[in-house]
DNA sequence: TTACATGCAAAGCATTTGCAGATAA
DNA sequence: TTATCTGCAAATGCTTTGCATGTAA
């Protein structure tokens, strides 16, 4: 039985994604789980829309555009993969399903998970009508010569 | 003299500001006067691009879109206001100079602000070579309701 | 068989840009 | 006077949608 995603495990990433996808409700596609494998298959990492459709690509397969972004946006809804909002410009989604935080170095717009543990935060107590959904913390980081720059 | 904006005063947020904006280098034009008025005249609160315009309408002034846009770049280039990254389609600003974190509550799109001293954060330590911009944290509240939904 | 999924091309939308005319210093 | 700014309209780039075709169960 597959557990609740608690622990990333690589070796077995790819197929509970599987099931997960099958409990859900939403059809194993072809196109699902090639992006599925494409996404869970190389340990933890951050993914676009674009990087997803070049590695499909390199892979010498096709899925559109929109079939990528509906994809995206389904496995999010089934709580798959996390979107990480640290830019307007562009999605990125991260198939880390343990409590962590960001790291985001904007001039190179490179990410870098950080776990839980090592931040501390205590939030203010929430209101009855309102649940907690998610706390997001990136922590922003620059490059010394950029700091010149400006 | 004006000192290091650490706390904010409703009173003169706006003479700063326009005090801010002429040792920054960029002209204190009529329009950068007037949108700096409406950000800093009506004490903390969250700004988008459309906000501005249309708050602009309303009192029978017009300031075109590229321009409110270039205004909240260069605002934000000279520190005056924050960009808040909480959804992926919409730049939303901030007038708030304290250190301090966001509430997010996503059905409604609306932001409260949180004071940096009910958070305790401990960030890992940061290599020599990046420096630390900034420190986003982002408690992402859902309503009740909403969670039957999903 | 049929409800759901895919993919193309077109649409949508926030934001940016090019450039001619306007303006602050 | 002149470097800078404004504003229009057009362009951009990410994302979504409409719809005809394809596919899983």
């Known amino acids: 039985m597959v557990s609740s995603t608690t622990a990333y495990d690589p070796m ?12 859900s409700g939403i059809r194993p596609t072809k196109q699902r789980r090639i992006l599925a494998k494409i996404i869970f298959d190389k340990g933890k990492r951050h993914i676009s829309a674009e990087n997803l459709f070049d ?6 397969r096709k899925i559109s555009m929109a079939t990528i972004y509906n994809t995206l946006k389904q496995f999010t809804n089934i709580g798959l993969i996390r979107e990480i909002v640290v830019d307007q410009n562009k999605s990125i989604y991260c198939n880390n399903n343990q409590s962590h935080y960001h790291l985001y170095i904007e001039d190179e717009g490179k990410i870098v998970d950080i776990p839980t543990k090592n931040i501390d935060l205590n939030i203010p107590s929430i209101p ?11 922590v922003r980081l620059r490059t010394l010569k950029d700091k010149a720059k400006s």
Do not use: G, M, P, W
């Not at 009855?128 to 990136?138: F, G, P, S, T, Y």
């Open 55 to 60: 590695e499909v690509k390199k892979e010498d």
């Open 12 to 23: 077995s990433a790819y197929s509970t994604a599987i099931k997960r996808i099958e409990k």
């Open 128 to 138: 009855a009508c309102l649940q907690l959904h998610n706390i997001d913390v990136i």
